[in-house]
Nanobody
Framework: VQLQASGGGLVKPGESLRLSCEAS????????IGWFRQAPGKEREAVSC????????YYPDFVKGRFTISRDKTKNVIYLQMDNLRPEDTAIYYCATDLGQASSYALCHNGPRDWGKGTLVTVSS
């Protein structure tokens, strides 16, 4: 399992950014996959998860309405569209999965087993 996240950068509050995660070594048609983040001095937290067998998504309240997870089935890639970014969204963002977990809710709450390298998102004026 390999997961490669990209697309991070420096943006101003209120701006948007789209992250990409290219998955290899498995096919995005069964396991749940998601985005997690870790801010300086804070614990890692889930920001969105997707069940790839039925496209059910899960978002914690602090990103609902601002973040959208999606996938390109033809490319084995998932995306995280982040709109109306806030300074508190500054973190390293990771793409992660658990091949034995199909539920997006369970993945976000129980945590993944396989992690990709992160990409840094900085929101600052």
């Amino acid at each position: 399992v390999q997961l490669q996240a990209s697309g991070g950068g420096l943006v101003k509050p209120g701006e948007s950014l789209r992250l990409s995660c290219e998955a290899s070594g498995f096919t995005l048609n069964r396991p749940a996959i998601g985005w997690f983040r870790q801010a300086p001095g804070k614990e890692r937290e889930a920001v969105s998860c997707l069940s790839t067998n039925n496209d059910i998504t899960y978002y914690p309240d602090f990103v609902k309405g601002r973040f959208t997870i999606s996938r390109d089935k033809t490319k084995n890639v998932i995306y995280l569209q982040m709109d109306n970014l806030r300074p508190e969204d500054t973190a390293i963002y990771y793409c992660a999965t658990d091949l034995g977990q199909a539920s997006s809710y369970a993945l976000c709450h129980n945590g993944p087993r396989d992690w990709g390298k992160g990409t840094l998102v900085t929101v600052s004026s």
